[in-house]
């Protein structure tokens, strides 16, 4: 495809559920980055990839949240037991390079999943 | 997290007039990005600055990098109601891959 795409684009669990939550980078970016978004503020780091390796998993919340990328391409983000402070927008990026000193470059957003935990 | 702050939190202009975000940090970053997200959307890359005093212009948008690296400016010259949406700075710390996000300004354009 043309852009990041992220499926579901709406999912409502009931608390206690676990969730699988999809990201499909643009073809041949190196760096896949997922953010919460809570509403009215701005995205928050969770995790970072580069390629298959997990680089970076500083911002996942809890231990309830866990995320791969096995073949360095498609992407889950997985929450287990949800509560209701996991509702928010959980957004997928992507790109081109590899993340590091001399090599920040555009991020390619995805539309994101909203989550809704009742 | 470790957060840039933005100023104003809330805009509201009349078509045409101009507008600015600032982007306020107390330490030196190595770069910033800003970028554009319009309600019910995502983020949409604009810029990215990494020099010292570096000034860059798109059409009606200017962004300015100041020269201790702690502060950054996006400036709209004659707002447009497509100029509606919340602009955000971000940026990332040489040591880590974390990518961070400022508080965001949110502008509404009056017609």
């Known amino acids: 495809g043309a852009g990041v795409s992220q499926s579901p684009r709406y999912k409502v669990a009931k608390r206690g559920q676990d969730v699988a939550l999809r990201c499909d980078p643009i073809s041949g970016h190196v760096s896949l980055f997922w953010y919460q978004q809570a509403l009215g503020q701005g995205p928050e780091f969770l995790t970072y990839?580069?390629?298959?390796?997990?680089?970076?998993k500083s911002g996942l919340p809890s231990d309830r949240f866990f995320a791969e990328r096995p073949e360095g391409s498609v992407s889950t983000l997985k929450i287990q037991r949800t509560q209701q402070e996991d509702s928010a927008v959980y957004l997928c990026?992507?790109?081109?390079?590899?993340?590091?000193?001399?090599?920040?470059?555009?991020?390619?957003f995805g539309p994101g999943t909203r989550l809704t935990v009742l | 997290g470790q957060q840039v702050m933005q100023i104003p939190q809330y805009q509201h202009v009349q078509e045409g007039e101009d507008f600015t975000t600032y982007c306020n940090s107390s330490?030196?970053?190595?770069?910033i990005q800003w970028y554009k997200q319009r309600p019910g959307g995502h983020p949409v890359f604009l810029i990215q600055?990494?020099?010292?005093?570096e000034v860059k212009k798109q059409k009606r948008l200017t962004f300015q990098f100041g020269e201790a690296k702690k502060n950054s400016s996006l400036h709209i010259t004659a707002t447009q109601t497509t100029d509606v949406g919340t602009y955000f700075c971000a940026h990332a710390w040489d040591t880590g891959n974390q990518f961070y996000f400022g508080t965001g300004t949110s502008l509404t354009v009056i017609p």
């Open positions: 990839f580069q390629n298959e390796a997990q680089l970076d």
């Open positions: 330490t030196t970053l190595s770069n």
């Open positions: 990026a992507s790109s081109f390079t590899s993340w590091g000193i001399s090599s920040y470059n555009e991020q390619f």
């Open positions: 600055l990494v020099k010292s005093g």
